[in-house]
């Protein structure tokens, strides 16, 4: 059973389109999260979610807009997107100090 | 005060020798610090843990040594094999914020 999925795997899109990642989790957890990781790496956190209320938000451009329909789903739509928006993205749910992290999203934009 | 930094950024090793990796954070408040690993097009996952109580976490090939007056802490990966070449990242929260700092990640070959 997987345990954090997230769809699509990749995702291929023209500049200024506008495109979602769905992520679900299966462990009943409170918490849920989106990263991004770019090119070099690096881990950064973007949204947070604690049962469907948002309670981090980071310096995100409002082109993102996280939505949590209930515990176990936390999505992300973004609009207008540009080519820095290119990397990987992981959702994350944890209950207490532990994440979880999903199989990733790696988005593309040409 | 938010930042963990994370050396080196890349490391080779043979197999069988003993890898090392080092974070250092500033935020007193952290109390809790994970070690996470990466294979190619996986997502995180949880390597090994360790809160500030204790100066040494032990398992199996994995330790991490935690030295909280110097506010750095370490993994040392013993005998390392070629199918733990990864990208290891520190990282550390504060219990309660929901916020994990992550460190910049450590790109690990284990030459056969």
């Known amino acids: 059973d997987t345990a954090v999925s997230q769809t699509p795997k990749y995702l291929v899109t023209q500049m200024g389109n506008d495109k979602s990642i769905k992520c679900e989790q299966n462990?009943?957890?409170?918490?849920m999260y989106w990263y991004k990781q770019d090119s070099k790496k690096f881990l950064k956190i973007m949204f947070s979610y604690n049962n469907k209320e948002l309670i981090i938000n980071e310096t995100v451009p409002n082109r993102f807009s996280p939505k949590s329909p209930d515990k176990a789903h936390l999505n992300l739509h973004i609009n207008s997107l540009e080519l820095g928006d290119s990397a990987v993205y992981f959702c994350a749910s944890s209950q207490t100090s532990e994440q979880f992290f999903g199989p990733g999203t790696r988005l593309t934009v040409l | 005060q938010q930042q963990v930094k994370q050396s080196p950024q890349s490391l080779i090793v043979q197999k069988g020798g003993i890898s090392i990796i080092n974070c250092a954070y500033e935020n007193t408040a952290f109390d809790y610090f994970p070690w996470y690993q990466q294979f190619p097009g996986k997502g995180p996952a949880l390597l090994i843990a360790?809160?500030?109580?204790?100066s040494e976490k032990k398992e199996g090939r994995f330790t991490i040594s935690f030295n909280k007056s110097a506010k750095q802490f370490s993994l040392h990966i013993m005998d390392s094999q070629p199918g733990e070449s990864a990208t290891y990242f520190c990282a550390a929260i504060a219990v309660g914020t929901y916020k994990y700092i992550f460190g910049t990640g450590t790109r690990l070959k284990v030459l056969a």
């Open positions: 360790i809160r500030p109580d204790v």
């Open positions: 462990l009943g957890h409170d918490t």
